[in-house]
């Protein structure tokens, strides 16, 4: 049982080419002709940006991803122009090339005769301090509920984006406001798995031994309305790109990780 539903296939993840375990955002849209796709990360392990294109429900699933285009990145702060190059999975990066906490950075990708652009400032990292699961009562079972706690960032203005993942693969993720961070700590709690798995959905269920790999980025006010209004469902929310019309988003942002394995058995009960 989780917090949200949404209709988007697999969680946006655009540092797929920094972690093995994180995918790409997989719109899908009835009767609308396909867009284009920008889902572009810059951390403190590298950079990686991913160029697909919208897949329409009626037709089977196909590898959409985008090659012939020219990809800069720009250190706004160092006045560095980076020439990105699609690597063998056809995410556009360099080698070596990481962001800097404080730098602002712009992408602008260019497809054919239309050019895309969009900037981002990397905020500085924050830390995982603890991570739990904790069982609570509901009507219907028990559930476990995920809390994560990590520092706040000094500016007031940042949210935060906790991803989750389970063996690998995208799980469930939840954009926190700063506003509930108590003596510099920020709390992000969701709903995970039913005690009883027989009653949960694949989607959702946690099992003995599941390998929960934690993340969280600090973004901008813009950054999380645009995760909220994917969350609720919402394909007009507000643009990431300026220049000519596309879905996606660019986010310069350190990634905090943390790890834990699923032993329900020794859950506690909330008190």
Not at 214 to 230: F, G, K, R, T, W
Not at 254 to 260: E, F, W
Request: proline residues 6%; negative net charge; charged residues 25%.
């Amino acid at each position: 049982m989780k917090i949200s539903r949404y209709f988007i296939l697999p969680l946006a993840m655009a540092a797929a080419a920094l972690t093995s375990c994180e995918k790409e955002i997989e719109f899908e849209y009835h009767d609308i002709p396909e867009q284009q796709v920008i889902e572009g990360v810059v951390s403190q392990e590298g950079v990686s940006v991913t160029l697909t294109k919208t897949i329409p429900t009626d037709e089977p699933f196909t590898d959409h991803t985008v090659t012939d285009a020219e990809v800069l990145l720009t250190d706004l702060t160092s006045g560095q122009v980076h020439n990105l190059r699609p690597d063998p999975e056809g995410r556009f990066t360099l080698p070596g090339l990481a962001g800097v906490p404080g730098h602002d950075y712009s992408l602008t990708v260019s497809i054919g005769q239309e050019t895309y652009t969009s900037s981002s400032h990397m905020l500085a990292p924050v830390e995982i301090v603890s991570a739990e699961f904790n069982w609570i009562k509901m009507p219907y079972d028990d559930v476990a509920v995920l809390k994560v706690e990590f520092t706040e960032d000094e500016d007031k203005l940042a949210r935060y984006w906790l991803r989750v993942y389970r063996n690998g693969e995208p799980y469930e993720w939840q954009a926190i406001e700063s506003r509930n961070s108590v003596d510099g700590l920020v709390t992000g709690m969701m709903l995970t798995s039913r005690k009883d798995t027989d009653e949960e959905d694949d989607a959702s269920v946690l099992r003995e031994g599941d390998v929960i790999d934690l993340e969280v980025l600090p973004i901008s006010e813009e950054m999380a309305d645009y995760l909220d209004s994917l969350n609720n469902g919402d394909y007009n929310g507000n643009r990431m790109f300026e220049g000519a019309y596309c879905l996606g988003y660019f986010l310069a942002a350190p990634i905090a990780r943390s790890q834990l394995i699923y032993h329900p058995a020794d859950i506690p009960y909330a008190e």
